[in-house]
């Protein structure tokens, strides 16, 4: 009888293709170009041939898959041999250099077929070696197009250079920013502007630790983004925060510039009672805050007071009859309404307070004499007040309505005449 031959188990096509991946990836550099340009030529989606080199270079360069774990085992070296020990650092640096300027060269030019993630790790990897500009600043540019794609972790891209007083590359961070803002709108669009305003504030936050950013380079990465990328300011006040807090020798000019950056007006509740108390900000800063506030109960407080059962936009569209509220509801709207009454009044007596505090401050610096004011038409008729000197840095009026003094009569006090 003849054997019959078993049949080839069957394989899914994902477990295929992660098969045809391996197999491709046993090649060489070269061989891989070549086996790339084949697979390209024929019609391969540009997203599978991405998958196709991200899987090639984290094979081969374990630090581009972002797995700590991958790093510390694997082959580092662009051939399937074991490097000799004859194999100078040197050697091994040019490979991994020739390696990382082949993968730019061969990326696919279209925008999402390589994860911006792995992006950013490949330049990590460029800088590290120090590859030619030109495959730094393609890379770059592809980087910028696709920002909004990124994470927080790997655009905190170390610095290499020794020029650099800084941690973290913030120059480069910059320039990628820049080349986003630059970009076409319709290109980058509103959403994306946003994401990428929120991850530049949460890079900042994480960049003002260290002592050795500077300020121009804080407001120069700030600025970079128009003012209307941002919907909410409260992630760019934590990082103006963090950098005053690591940088206590901060002038105050220099406090002042920071606080320009953001706007009152964008920040949260939350975010605004943090600032009225925060000590690190300049007064008129938290003056802008405590107005922004003022403004916005005020404004809240008219709406609910001007809106009539016949303005009402839920029944002047439809013009259906005003429905009587409950008791309950009756309730629960004069408590609301007390209580941004009570929260404008308190922010009115912290803005009366602090401009009495400026006040003070600026009659301090005076030519060291307190300036006496005029009391008034009470105090010349004898129901005012008069400044007793003796009573702190400011003086202090006292109450003498209906009292004559014994020295105003001209008698000489009792302990005056014991000590003579």
Known sequence: MRKLES????????????????????????????????????????DLVGSLITHYACKWLPELSGDESAEKGGPTTTNSEEPSPESTATASW?????????????????KDS???????RLLRA?????????????????ISWQL?????KELMVPSFSHTCGTLLDVELVLRLVKGYVNLDEAVRGGAALVKVAKLVDSYLAEAAVDSNLSLPEFVALAGAL?????????????????????????????????????????????????????????????????????????????????FSASRSPNFGLLEQPARCLSKREMTAQQNE??????????????????QGQIERMSEKKSKGFFRWKKLGSGFRSGGGGVVDEGEGEYGRQTPVAGVKSKLVQGRTPKWRKSLS
């Open 7 to 46: 049949p080839e188990p069957y394989i899914p096509p994902q477990f295929a293709a992660e098969c045809w991946f391996d197999d491709v990836c046993i090649l060489d550099m070269d061989y891989f170009v070549k086996t790339l340009s084949g697979v390209t030529a024929k019609g391969v989606r540009p």
């Open 94 to 110: 040019m490979k991994k250099r020739f390696f990382v300027e082949t993968l730019v060269g061969i990326l696919p030019p279209e």
């Open 114 to 120: 390589i994860p911006c993630d792995f992006l950013l």
């Open 126 to 142: 460029a800088n590290r070696v120090g590859v030619d500009p030109a495959y730094q600043a393609l890379l770059e540019k592809r």
């Open 148 to 152: 909004d794609q990124a994470s927080l």
């Open 226 to 306: 128009p003012g209307h990328a941002r919907s909410i300011d409260d992630e760019l006040y934590r990082a103006i925060d963090v950098y005053l807090k690591a940088h206590p020798g901060v002038s105050k000019k220099e406090r002042k510039s920071l606080c320009r950056l953001m706007d009152s007006r964008k920040l949260s509740p939350e975010a605004s009672l943090h600032a009225a108390q925060n000590e690190r900000l300049p007064v008129r800063a938290v003056i802008q805050v405590l107005f922004s506030e003022q403004t916005k109960l005020t404004r809240q407080f008219d709406r609910s007071g001007s």
């Open 337 to 354: 309404i007390k209580r941004l009454r009570d929260d404008v009044l308190r922010l009115q007596s912290l803005c009366i307070s602090m």
